[in-house]
């Protein structure tokens, strides 16, 4: 069973920068889909971007070109890459594994079977 665990989060200004960090343990390779998923209160969890286990990434539309997930799979270790940061990204950001290779097979939260507990991003305008 794989264990995550996010760190990174904080509190910027609009038009900053985090980088998420999620570290991924009982198993010694990352050769999944794994994503980051954020939520904010009221609403359902809605995935942020995906990466397959041959490096093959999505976005969300309202973060594209702002955003970059990434992997070290020598450290075991997913990234989230936030740049220009604005208010309407304040959420819980999660990260999550799926049980497939491919994230053509989990474009949902509900596809994904591990999770993270969540870190905090909140951005001031």
């Known amino acids: 069973q794989a264990l995550l665990e996010e760190s990174g989060g904080g509190s910027v200004r609009s038009g900053g920068a985090l980088r998420l960090s999620c570290g991924v343990s009982?198993?010694?390779?990352?050769?999944?889909?794994m994503g980051w998923f954020r939520q904010t209160p009221g609403k359902e969890r809605e995935v942020v971007a995906r990466?397959?286990?041959?490096?093959?990434?999505t976005y969300a539309d309202s973060v594209k070109g702002r955003f970059t997930i990434s992997k070290d799979s020598a450290k075991l270790t997913l990234y989230l890459q936030m740049n220009a940061l604005k208010p309407e990204d304040t959420a819980m950001y999660y990260c999550?594994?799926?049980?497939?290779?491919?994230?053509?097979?989990?474009?949902?939260?509900?596809?994904?079977?591990?999770w993270g507990q969540g870190t905090q991003v909140t951005v001031a305008s």
């Open positions: 990466i397959s286990s041959d490096g093959t990434t």
């Open positions: 999550a594994a799926a049980g497939f290779s491919s994230c053509r097979y989990a474009p949902i939260a509900t596809d994904y079977a591990y």
């Open positions: 009982g198993y010694n390779n990352i050769r999944f889909c």
